[in-house]
C-alpha cells in the first residue's frame, strides 16, 4: 500500500492536465541543462582551452524548490520532513502544496506571499495552533484545504472566498462563532468531525450563507441534531455522538437530504412524523444505537432504499414496518436492510414485511447475543 504522502501526490497529478506529452525534466547533474549540443558545457571548455574570453557564464533560470522538497508538474511536496515553519522558495506556479505529517506550529501572514494559483493545500498532522488572519489572504484561487489532525481552538478566520472543501476534523474546535463562514459561498463539503464540540458551541448564524451538500460532524459531543445547518444539505452525518432522540422538529429544514447518517448514538426514540420532512432520503443509517422498534415513517418513505438498523434493541417487526400498503406508492424499492444483532426472531417475521425489497439476500438477520 503507498504511503499517504505518496498517495496524496498520485491524486493531486491525476487532476492536473499536462502541458505537453514531454518527459518532465529531471536533473541529474548541475551542469545536465548545458549537455545539449554545439552550444553546451563541451564547447565552453573548448574555447577556454583555445583563450577565448569566456568572461561569465550566465547563472541558470531554475524554478526555485524548497530544500528537502520535491516540485514537478506544479506539485510541491514538503511532508515527513520535520518542518517546524512553512518553507520559502515555494515556487509562485504551484498548485498543490503538500506538508502534511511535519511540526509546524503557526501560519504566519506571509507564509503563503505570491501563491496566488494554488489550488489546494494539505496541512494534515502538523501541530498548527494559530493562524495570522491574514495567512490565506493571497491565496485568491484555492478550493481546497486540508487542515486535520492538528491542535486548532477555532476555525481560522478570513477563509478564501473561492473554498470548496475544508477538512478540519480532529482538531480541539469547541466553538463556532455567527459569521465563521461568512463570505464563502461556493463552499460545498465540510468535514469537522473529531472536534470536542457540544451543541451550544454552535452560535446562531454560525453556518449561515452557505450553500452545502455535504457536512460531517462525527465523533463529537453532540446530544442533538443541531439547530440552523444549511438547508441546502445532501449528506448529514452525525454518526459517534450522543443524541438520544429524535424531535419533530429536528429535521424540519433538511428536505433535500438523502443520506443522513446517526449511526452510534444513543438514541432511543425517533417522533412520529419526524421522517416526513425528508422525504428524499436514500439511506438512513441507525445502527448501534438503543431503538426498541422499527422507526415510525419508513412505509411513506417512497426513495429510501438502504436502512441500517443492526446493533439495536429491536424485539419485534411487524409487516407493516417497512412498505406501505397499497401498491405503486414506494417509487423505489429497498436494496438493504440490515437487522443484526437484534433480540428479534428472525423465523417469527412474516415475509410480507419485506414485500417491498428488491432482493431477499438486501435482508440482513443474524443471531443475537447479549
Keep these: 500500500m503507498l504511503p499517504h504522502s505518496s498517495l496524496f501526490l498520485l491524486l493531486c497529478i491525476a487532476h492536473l492536465s499536462l502541458p505537453s506529452l514531454a518527459l518532465p525534466f529531471e536533473q541529474r547533474g548541475f551542469w545536465d541543462f548545458a549537455l545539449d549540443g554545439d552550444g553546451g558545457v563541451k564547447t565552453m571548455m573548448r574555447d577556454e582551452e583555445e583563450g577565448s574570453a569566456v568572461e561569465e557564464l550566465p547563472s541558470p533560470d531554475f524554478p526555485s524548490c524548497p530544500f528537502g522538497c520535491h516540485c514537478q508538474l506544479r506539485v510541491v511536496q514538503c ?60 491565496l485568491r484561487h484555492m478550493q ?95 454518526d459517534h455522538n450522543q443524541i438520544q432522540a429524535i424531535e419533530l422538529e429536528d429535521l424540519r429544514r433538511y428536505k433535500h437530504l438523502y443520506r443522513l447518517g446517526l449511526g452510534f448514538n444513543h438514541i432511543r426514540m425517533i417522533e412520529n412524523g419526524s421522517l416526513s420532512f425528508v422525504p428524499n432520503l436514500r439511506e438512513l443509517h441507525l445502527d448501534n444505537n438503543r431503538l426498541v422498534r422499527v422507526p415510525p415513517g419508513l412505509p411513506d418513505m417512497k426513495y429510501l432504499q438502504v436502512v441500517y438498523l443492526h446493533s439495536n434493541s429491536i424485539s419485534q417487526v411487524s409487516v407493516n414496518d417497512f412498505c406501505p400498503r397499497g401498491f405503486g406508492m414506494k417509487k423505489t424499492f429497498y436494496n438493504g436492510i440490515s437487522l443484526y444483532s437484534n433480540p428479534v426472531n428472525y423465523w417469527e417475521v412474516q415475509p410480507a414485511t419485506f414485500r417491498c425489497v428488491s432482493d431477499r439476500l438486501a435482508i440482513q438477520f443474524g443471531n443475537y447475543r447479549k
Design 79 to 138: 511532508s515527513d520532513l520535520g518542518l517546524t515553519a512553512v518553507p520559502k522558495n515555494i515556487p509562485s506556479d504551484t498548485k498543490l502544496l503538500d506538508l502534511q505529517n511535519n511540526k509546524i506550529t503557526e501560519l504566519k501572514e506571509n507564509d503563503f506571499k505570491g501563491l496566488s494559483n494554488l489550488y489546494a493545500l494539505s496541512l494534515v498532522n502538523n501541530k498548527i495552533s494559530k493562524v495570522h488572519p491574514r495567512a490565506f489572504t493571497p
Design 144 to 238: 481546497k484545504l486540508y487542515f486535520s489532525h492538528n491542535q486548532l481552538t477555532e476555525v481560522p478566520k478570513n477563509l478564501p472566498p473561492s473554498l470548496v472543501e475544508l477538512r478540519i476534523h480532529e482538531n480541539r474546535i469547541k466553538k463556532v462563532a455567527e459569521g465563521t463562514f461568512s463570505g464563502l459561498g461556493t463552499m460545498n463539503c465540510i468535514e469537522m468531525g473529531g472536534n470536542p464540540i457540544q451543541n451550544s458551541g454552535f452560535e446562531p448564524g454560525a453556518f449561515k450563507g452557505l450553500k452545502l451538500n455535504y457536512l460531517r460532524i462525527s465523533e463529537a459531543k453532540l446530544t442533538g441534531v443541531p439547530k440552523d445547518l444549511p438547508d441546502s444539505l445532501h449528506e448529514l452525518h452525525l
